[in-house]
């Protein structure tokens, strides 16, 4: 595993993962709440984020369809996070993945993210796979739900078929406590890719990792991409 600090990281580490998406088939990139920080949305789990406003244990599926209280208490959530939300724009991060894939360059994204940035940086819905949902849509509960539990899970057994499918597979500012998303990179580990994590802090898989950058998810992603654009530029 090699371990690249924040403010002090070698630019041969960064080099490495530029290449390894040069030359992965299938790279994939697994994104958390921390490649939209720097769009202005806190994440859950860094110093001054939402849990230490909220308390984690109450925003539970059963709570919210258990209980008034429960669903008053999210929508409490919602005021304080979809301002922000809203308010964002897809950043440098953003922007590259989605350039990344129009070179041909990434398969797709598997984001917990429900900010919609990822499509809003021109990344297409189909190459985005939501695991956690998107929360610029909701409906009711005593209405129909706006997808079919069918959809639902045709969509978390795509994101399992890929992530094993994958060479490459570039985890982006996730703190990787949260399943089952967590177990993703772990699959495709095991399913023979090499594993990349981008994160600002520790998180547990990183003694599984190939790489590990203590960085931010712009800078990095906004790296790659130059090397990504300079090898196909040389390749003609
Ligand atoms: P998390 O809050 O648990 O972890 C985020 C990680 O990102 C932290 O470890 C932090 O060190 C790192 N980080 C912060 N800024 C970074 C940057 N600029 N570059 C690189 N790393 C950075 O988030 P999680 O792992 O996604 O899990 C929490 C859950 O919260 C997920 O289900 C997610 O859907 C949800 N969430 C989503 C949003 C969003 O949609 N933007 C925001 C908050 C939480």
């Not at 599926?61 to 964002?88: C, D, K």
């Not at 739900?145 to 959809?151: A, G, N, T, V």
Request: glycine share 8%; with cysteine.
């Amino acid at each position: 595993m090699r371990l690249i600090r924040r403010r002090a990281y070698a630019s041969d580490h960064l080099n490495r993962l530029a290449t390894l998406f040069r030359e992965a088939r299938r790279p994939i990139v697994f994104t958390g709440a921390g490649v939209s920080t720097e769009s202005g949305i806190p994440d859950f789990r860094s110093p001054g984020g939402v849990w230490a406003r909220f308390d984690p244990r109450e925003f539970t599926y059963q709570n919210f369809v258990g209980s008034l209280e429960g669903r008053r208490r999210y929508w409490q959530l919602g005021r304080a996070t979809y301002p922000l939300i809203r308010a964002a724009s897809p950043n440098a991060a953003h922007r590259a993945l989605a350039e990344l894939h129009r070179l041909g360059r990434l398969d797709c994204c598997i984001t917990q993210n429900i900010d919609d940035l990822h499509q809003r940086a021109g990344l297409p819905a189909a190459a985005v796979i939501e695991l956690h949902g998107n929360a610029t849509r909701a409906r009711c509960l005593t209405c129909e739900l706006p997808y079919s539990r069918d959809e639902l899970h045709a969509w978390l057994e795509d994101g399992q078929r890929r992530a094993r499918a994958a060479d490459l597979f570039v985890v982006l500012g996730s703190s990787l406590v949260v399943y089952p998303a967590a177990y993703l990179p772990i699959h495709a580990k095991r399913a023979g890719a090499a594993l990349v994590i981008v994160n600002l802090e520790p998180t547990p898989l990183d003694g599984e990792a190939d790489l590990v950058l203590r960085a931010r998810a712009t800078e990095v992603m906004a790296h790659v991409l130059d090397h990504v654009r300079a090898g196909l530029a040389e390749k003609g």
